[in-house]
């Protein structure tokens, strides 16, 4: 690790290496940030634009696609050249397309710039696991890791809020145009001190293949996976979901590619190790159920109880909240404690996701965000036991070097995890609307039981895990 002196004194490369963290944890704020806070702009899109309901839907699914289309193959770039030069180039890309975003004069424009935005975002990503595989070891890497799990929670959860703030500020007819400039002077901030802090790659680098075939193969299963789940609301009918068969076919050819290659895309060997196969199942049951948490609650709140934007994101700042200061914690612990650690974060989120419903259905009406802010703290808490720690022991028998295609597969599940999920929770909870006659609480309820049973199912993943071994698996 030779790079910009990160071999140095002790403290001058400890020191180095928190402050290329840093800069990390800005762009991964910035990605996923942009996945949450366009949610509450959608009203005010909607009358400065003119956009159709299929135009919002392509606004907010179009990120998603495009997010997790390059994932692996930007991973796998990162690991064949240099990590700091794919970090730079989607980080540019990320800041011009916010931009471009926030002048969009027509829907088209908008929708263009959010599928840039997505691509930028996926380039970024798996970049920001393999530089923590890099820089650090042990102990360091789980604080890493906690680090940027208290970055994933805080900036899902952050997402409404800052929008609804900015939008509060700017007027409803304009304001949506700020979520989208917010990124630019901190994209144009951190471009010059990522060149500066990140590590060069090292003078005898070989030049690996880059796959094409599996590129283009993983790139179509992926799609025809997603679109379905994504468009669910969208693509009225039954015949959408003959993409999930066709996908299955495009991904096993894939992966019959993948056996032959004799410099594969994806190392298929990383699933034979306990700690990567069930840590990437963890994660995409998880984000199945974690992410939904904040689309319906926000629906519940500006549908049903008709609280503002800025309302509703403060009544998600619990979750926030906890998130931060469980992944703060259980990056700290997760090298003595392993997945069970992941296990008690995914109890306590059952157990906070049971007390909003119960609290829900005690506590009608305008008060419901403030009775729920304990529950949520207590669920934001187990979440931030979760992401991180299971994020660090899925890579921690991972070698350095391959440390980007790795992190660009665990994410891509968390994607299509992402998508299900809120498909599956958004079609119960909009069924229950409409059974309810526009009861909104019981709709919540109802999707509330859709991601408890997704995060218990989680849950004897990481039991599972626990018991299979001799002893819990852990961070390295």
């Known amino acids: 690790m030779s790079a910009h002196g990160f071999e140095g004194t002790p403290s001058e490369g400890t020191g180095r290496r928190w402050k290329a963290l840093t800069i990390c944890l800005v762009a991964a704020f910035m990605t996923l940030l942009d996945v949450s806070i366009v949610n509450v702009a959608l009203p005010s899109i909607r009358s400065g634009l003119g956009a159709s309901p299929a135009g919002l839907q392509w606004i907010l699914s179009g990120y998603a696609v495009a997010f997790g289309l390059v994932l692996v193959p930007a991973g796998r770039l990162g690991d064949a050249r240099s990590r700091r030069a794919v970090f730079m180039t989607g980080l540019a890309l990320l800041t011009l397309s916010s931009a471009a975003g926030g002048l969009a004069r027509t829907v088209l424009w908008l929708v263009i710039a959010r599928l840039v935005q997505g691509l930028a975002a996926g380039i970024v990503n ?48 304009e304001g949506w145009r700020w979520v989208f400039y917010v990124n630019v002077p901190v994209g144009l901030i951190a471009l010059p001190l990522a060149w500066r802090l990140l590590p060069a790659p090292g003078t005898g680098r070989r030049r690996e293949s ?84 904040f689309f319906i609650f926000t629906l ?22 906890g998130s931060a200061l469980g992944s703060t914690v259980g990056g700290r612990m997760v090298v003595p404690f392993g997945r069970s650690l992941v296990a008690l974060g995914l109890a306590l989120v059952a157990a906070g996701l049971a007390a909003t419903f119960l609290t829900v259905r005690a506590v009608p009406g305008g008060h419901a965000a403030l009775a729920t802010a304990v529950p949520l703290l207590v669920a934001g808490i187990g979440s931030g036991l979760v992401i991180s720690p299971n994020q660090a022991i899925t890579l921690s028998e991972v070698p350095p070097e391959g440390g980007g295609s790795a992190a660009g597969v665990l994410q891509t599940g968390q994607r299509i995890g992402t998508a299900i999920g809120i498909a599956a929770v958004g079609a119960v909870f909009f069924a229950a609307v409409s059974a309810s006659h526009g009861d909104w609480a019981v709709a919540f309820r109802h999707g509330l039981v859709v991601v408890t049973v997704f995060v218990l199912i989680a849950l004897c993943a990481a039991v599972f895990d626990l018991l299979a071994g001799d002893r819990p698996a852990k961070a390295g």
């Open 210 to 293: 880059l796959d094409p075939v599996g590129v283009v193969l993983l790139g179509v299963g992926v799609i025809a996976l997603l679109l379905p789940f994504v468009q669910d609301r969208q693509w009225h009918g039954n015949v959408k979901w003959l993409l999930v068969p066709c996908a299955a076919v495009v991904l096993a050819g894939f992966l019959g590619w993948e056996r032959r290659h004799h410099q594969p895309l994806l190392d298929l060997s990383l699933f034979r190790l306990r700690s990567y196969a069930l840590g990437s199942t963890i994660a995409l049951l998880y984000f199945a159920g974690f992410t939904s948490i």
């Open 126 to 173: 798996p970049q920001i696991a393999g530089l923590i595989q890099i820089l650090f070891r042990g102990r360091e890497r789980g604080r890493a890791f906690g680090a940027l799990g208290a970055t994933i929670g805080i900036a899902t959860a952050a997402g409404p809020l800052l929008g609804g703030a900015l939008i509060s500020l700017a007027g409803t007819r």
């Open 300 to 321: 519940y709140l500006q549908n049903g109880l008709h609280y503002s934007a800025l309302l509703a994101g403060l009544a998600i700042t619990p979750f926030a909240l």
